[in-house]
Structures are given as C-alpha cells and as structure tokens.
C-alpha cells in the first residue's frame, strides 16, 4: 500500500507523562548505591547519604574529604554553576549565613566545571564583594546522586547523614536553619526532579516516543501541548519548522513576533499586555523559584509547527494565525521612542577584530571572554546581564565579522564595563531609537 502524505493540525489537551521504575541495591563504599543496571540512582528526602569521597575542594583546609567527616556539623550542598546568574547573586548570601553558622553549619557549593573555571569566578567574587567561600569543583557523583534539572540547587543533610531537605534559595532562611540544627521536622517545599524527556527539535513532538507518524509523511502540522514534566524550556527551529517546549503563552506571541529578531525576546518594557487573564500567560518575576515551578506546571504549553520548505518565509505568519486561533488574544507591534544601549565604535581603530584561530567563549558575571566569536555575541550577552533593567542593546559599529575581546569587570556595572570596553576603542552609550513594541489584547478588547 502506497503511504500518503498528511496534513495535520492538532491541539493537544493532555500530557504524557514517561516514568521508568529502577531496581536499587547497596553496594561497597566505594561503589555508592547504584541500579542493577549500575548507575548511581537518586537519594530522596529520609534516605542516609552514603559514604562519599568529596574531590577537588578547593579554598578549604584540605583537597579532598569523606561525607563522614563532616558528621559534627549539618551540610548544605549548594549546586551551581559560573555562567548560573541566580547562583552567583547567591553566593554572597551563602558567605554571610555560612558566617553567622560557622559552628553548626557547612556550605559546601559544588560545580561540574573545571577548578580553575570555579578559581577564576571565585576570586574575582572575593576582590568584588569580599566572599570567600569552598567549593567542590569537577564534580561527577554528587550531581548524579542528587539528581536535579535546575540551578541552584540545595540539598540539607543533617548531623547524622541524612537527607532532611531539597530545595530551593527560597528556604534558606536564618528560622529553617535554625529548625535545621535543633533537627525539628522541616515540612519545606520539596524542589523536585523530573527524569529529562529528550525532544528533539527536529522531531515532531507526536513522534518523540510511544509516536510512530514517520516524519517523511508530513506536510505540514502546528501543534499546541500543555506543559511536558522533564521537557528543558527552550525556542529553536530549523528554516521551516518552529518549537518551543515548556514556555509561556506569552514567549510565544514574543517569539512568533519577533520574526527572527531575537532582541525582541528580552525586556519586559517592549511588551504591553492588556488582558483579565494575564497571569495565565505570563507570571511575575518578583515570586519565589517555587512559586514560578508551580505556575510552569499549570499554564506553560509547547508549540510545534513546520511548514513546506517553499513556505519557509511565511513561517512566522502562520504562528502568529496559530495563536489568534488557539488563545484568546490578538498582538500587533508599534512603533516607540525608547532609551536603549548602543555599542559604538571610538575613533578608528578596530582593536577587537579577531585574529583567528581557536573560538574560545567564557560568559559569566565577572568576566566575558571572546576568541573568534562574532560580535553579535557580545550583544547577546550583554541583553543577559542587562534585561532586568528592561533595556535593548545594539550594535552600531558597523562591524559584523568576529572579535576576540577579554572583559574582566562585574558586567552589571555600566561604567565599570565601559572602562574595559574602552580598551578595545569600544563604548556602550544611552540614546534612544525608535522600536517595536508588542501589544497583546484579548480578543474583546
């Protein structure tokens, strides 16, 4: 039988939610707890941490130590990472409890990365703010063992092994630490972990896992989920498909109205929303990390489109048609003077051009490293470091090609990143332009 090629156009109401169950089993010492297919399986609140050697310490009295030998004191493992802005605006506020719970208390922060990533970040924490704290660097089994699939992340292990708590920033608090060293019952929200669903964007999501529609049969199809547990939020697509996973209804007017601008992505001063509804679509920033986890839960959907390849063009459009038809609100963009950042170039002389070789990318709060790296990079990165001030930043060099740059400052610093970009006869200035804004209305409106 000849297999006929389809159009589909689907609303999904439901999720799937894809579970495995594990046999575990305690092994030696030095084995951990493992599956009986041999990976280390998850430890959950009430379970006793196994002995565990902890390598790569640095900034502590010794390299490398056992779980055990810490037992005097409550450990709280802060999970984090350099690029992780949440994680560095913390750790100053983990120096100062681990300060004031010097006796009782032991913060140990771990990170995957290399020592002397962890080094470098650290110490320009130190000369920046004056926090010294350790941390276990290169890590690959507590990360496994407590399994999690955002940063930070904390987990409370008391003066016996045992595993009191896992949560999140919000709970770190001197009353629960307090309540943590008298051993009284916790009750904290849990921060939970969810096994990673591996959607490809390149996959239908119908064709993910129990799906079998082979994609060679597909014309085209648009697709609206609710929220997939394990899903990681992103946006991405290739010349004619479009997904996003685990967003909100609002990232999905900004993106399908950015029509590949991706600045329009970042600032909340460029979106007007006028609705009845509007914490269904978006919520506030200003809640706790559970708090938003929760609202994800309930309002976040996915969205999956692709087109014919000679309707590439048009993809957008059609999204935008998606969303009218599937949400009750309509969008339009308007043009407004607004104050943005410009990255212009000083005099004549093009001191950042690259001079080839290896791309090398290091991005963190206290330093921005380029090799080979186009510049639109350095725009990119610094919308990151700048969105919470509602602000665009373009690039009005007139130089397109890549850069190799080293910004060694706390980005958030406008003079103090404008003192380094001097060297490079770059600035960042305060003028205003006109842009697009997007407003979003309900359809009674």
Same mark, same amino acid.
């Given at each position: 039988?000849?297999?006929?090629?389809?159009?589909?156009?689907?609303?999904?109401?439901?999720?799937?939610?894809?579970?495995?169950?594990?046999?575990?089993?305690?092994?030696?010492?030095?084995?951990?707890?493992?599956?009986?297919?041999?990976?280390?399986?998850?430890?959950?609140?009430?379970?006793?941490?196994?002995?565990?050697?902890?390598?790569?310490?640095?900034?502590?009295?010794?390299? @490398?130590?056992?779980?055990?030998?810490?037992?005097?004191?409550?450990?709280?493992?802060?999970?984090?990472?350099?690029?992780?802005?949440?994680?560095?605006?913390?750790?100053?506020?983990?120096?100062?409890?681990?300060?004031?719970?010097?006796?009782?208390?032991?913060?140990?922060?771990?990170?995957?990365?290399?020592? !002397?990533?962890?080094?470098?970040?650290?110490?320009?924490?130190?000369?920046?703010?004056?926090?010294?704290?350790? #941390?276990?660097? !290169?890590?690959?089994?507590?990360?496994?063992?407590?399994?999690?699939?955002?940063?930070?992340?904390?987990?409370?292990?008391?003066?016996?092994?045992?595993?009191? &708590?896992? *949560?999140?920033?919000?709970?770190? *608090?001197?009353?629960?630490?307090?309540?943590?060293?008298?051993?009284?019952?916790?009750?904290?929200?849990?921060?939970?972990?969810? #096994?990673?669903?591996?959607?490809?964007?390149?996959?239908?999501?119908?064709?993910?896992?129990?799906?079998?529609?082979?994609?060679?049969?597909?014309?085209?199809?648009?697709?609206?989920?609710?929220?997939?547990?394990?899903?990681?939020?992103?946006?991405?697509? &290739?010349?004619?498909?479009?997904?996003?996973?685990?967003?909100? %209804?609002?990232?999905?007017?900004?993106?399908?109205?950015?029509?590949?601008?991706?600045?329009?992505?970042?600032?909340?001063?460029?979106?007007?929303?006028? +609705?009845?509804?509007?914490?269904?679509?978006?919520?506030?920033?200003?809640?706790? !990390?559970?708090?938003?986890?929760?609202?994800?839960?309930?309002?976040?959907?996915?969205?999956?489109?692709?087109?014919?390849?000679?309707? +590439?063009?048009?993809?957008?459009? %059609?999204?935008?048609?998606? $969303?009218?038809?599937?949400?009750?609100?309509?969008?339009?963009?308007?043009?407004?003077?607004?104050?943005?950042?410009?990255?212009?170039?000083?005099?004549?002389?093009?001191?950042?051009?690259?001079?080839?070789?290896?791309?090398?990318?290091?991005?963190?709060?206290?330093?921005?490293?380029?090799?080979? %790296? +186009?510049?639109?990079?350095?725009?990119?990165?610094?919308?990151?470091?700048?969105?919470?001030?509602?602000?665009?930043?373009?690039?009005?060099?007139?130089?397109?090609?890549?850069?190799?740059?080293?910004?060694?400052?706390?980005?958030?610093?406008?003079?103090?990143?404008? @003192?380094? $970009?001097n060297k490079y006869n770059l600035s960042i200035q305060e003028e205003t332009r006109d842009l697009d804004i997007l407003v979003i209305k309900d359809h009674s409106n």
């Amino acid at each position: 039988m000849r297999t006929l090629p389809i159009i589909i156009h689907l609303i999904i109401s439901n999720f799937l939610l894809f579970s495995f169950n594990t046999v575990y089993s305690q092994t030696s010492k030095q084995q951990f707890y493992k599956t009986s297919a041999g990976h280390l399986f998850q430890l959950r609140i009430g379970d006793k941490c196994p002995e565990i050697e902890i390598t790569h310490i640095i900034n502590f009295k010794k390299n @490398r130590a056992f779980i055990s030998e810490f037992r005097g004191k409550g450990i709280i493992l802060d999970f984090w990472a350099t690029w992780c802005l949440p994680c560095i605006s913390l750790l100053p506020k983990i120096d100062s409890l681990q300060k004031i719970f010097e006796n009782e208390i032991l913060f140990l922060p771990v990170s995957y990365e290399k020592e !002397e990533v962890v080094s470098t970040m650290l110490n320009k924490i130190k000369n920046l703010k004056g926090t010294v704290l350790p #941390s276990v660097t !290169e890590d690959t089994v507590l990360k496994k063992l407590f399994n999690f699939n955002t940063y930070p992340h904390y987990v409370w292990i008391d003066t016996g092994g045992y595993i009191k &708590a896992i *949560t999140y920033s919000n709970e770190l *608090t001197k009353v629960n630490l307090e309540a943590f060293i008298k051993g009284e019952n916790l009750n904290l929200p849990i921060k939970e972990y969810y #096994s990673p669903q591996n959607i490809h964007s390149n996959v239908p999501i119908f064709s993910q896992n129990d799906f079998s529609l082979k994609d060679s049969a597909l014309i085209r199809y648009s697709i609206v989920t609710k929220y997939i547990p394990g899903a990681v939020s992103s946006a991405g697509g &290739a010349n004619n498909k479009i997904m996003l996973k685990n967003v909100s %209804i609002l990232t999905l007017f900004k993106f399908a109205y950015s029509e590949g601008n991706f600045n329009l992505l970042f600032g909340d001063s460029f979106i007007k929303i006028y +609705s009845k509804d509007s914490l269904k679509y978006t919520y506030n920033k200003n809640w706790s !990390e559970q708090q938003i986890t929760d609202w994800h839960f309930k309002n976040a959907v996915c969205y999956d489109l692709l087109v014919p390849l000679e309707d +590439s063009a048009l993809k957008y459009k %059609i999204m935008q048609q998606d $969303l009218e038809k599937n949400f009750p609100l309509k969008a339009f963009k308007e043009k407004v003077k607004t104050k943005c950042f410009i990255i212009k170039q000083l005099g004549n002389s093009k001191d950042y051009i690259s001079k080839g070789g290896k791309s090398e990318r290091i991005t963190n709060q206290y330093q921005l490293k380029y090799k080979n %790296i +186009s510049i639109r990079a350095l725009t990119l990165d610094l919308l990151k470091f700048y969105q919470y001030k509602n602000i665009q930043i373009f690039n009005e060099t007139g130089y397109k090609g890549n850069i190799d740059i080293e910004l060694n400052t706390d980005l958030h610093n406008i003079q103090l990143l404008n @003192r380094e $970009l001097n060297k490079y006869n770059l600035s960042i200035q305060e003028e205003t332009r006109d842009l697009d804004i997007l407003v979003i209305k309900d359809h009674s409106n």
